[in-house]
């Protein structure tokens, strides 16, 4: 049943990123506007960031469709720290840099955090004895 639930969570974590990274990439006009909002309060270039932010999306999505086709625990770890990390930052951005929080993306990003730390444990638990060397 865990397995299931782990898979089921990969497939969702894919969609998921790959639904908000495409339009970032493309330069829709709904992600453009939300980006610009977030540059008069992090003043940081709207179009440079919503790139980075596409691409860092499109990574994850990459990194948990390889981790859940190859099934190598390091790169599951990775993918969903490195997701955790993207959802926090996403919930600071809604709260701290945009006028509103839209709810929508708010409970998204909890969910993915959720997601996250649900994976991590259960990888963590799967294979207590994986340590991580960083060389």
């Known amino acids: ?26 330069a829709k006009p709904t992600s453009v506007a939300g980006f610009k909002q977030f540059e008069k309060v992090i003043h940081l270039n709207a179009d440079l960031f919503m790139i980075f932010t596409g691409i860092s999306e499109l990574s994850m999505t990459i990194l948990i469709l390889y981790f ?6 390091k790169v599951g770890i990775f993918a969903y720290a490195f997701l955790f990390i993207t959802m926090i930052s996403a919930l600071s951005l809604e ?29 963590k638990n799967k294979y207590p004895k994986t340590t991580i060397n960083i060389r």
């Open 1 to 26: 049943m865990k397995k299931l639930i782990s898979q089921t969570i990969n497939a969702i974590s894919i969609f998921t990123m790959l639904f908000f990274a495409i339009p970032k990439l493309l």
């Open 95 to 123: 709260f701290f840099a945009r006028p509103e929080p839209k709810i929508v993306l708010v409970i998204i990003a909890f969910v993915l955090a959720l997601f996250s730390i649900y994976q991590l444990i259960y990888l």
């Open 68 to 73: 859940a086709i190859i099934q190598k625990i």
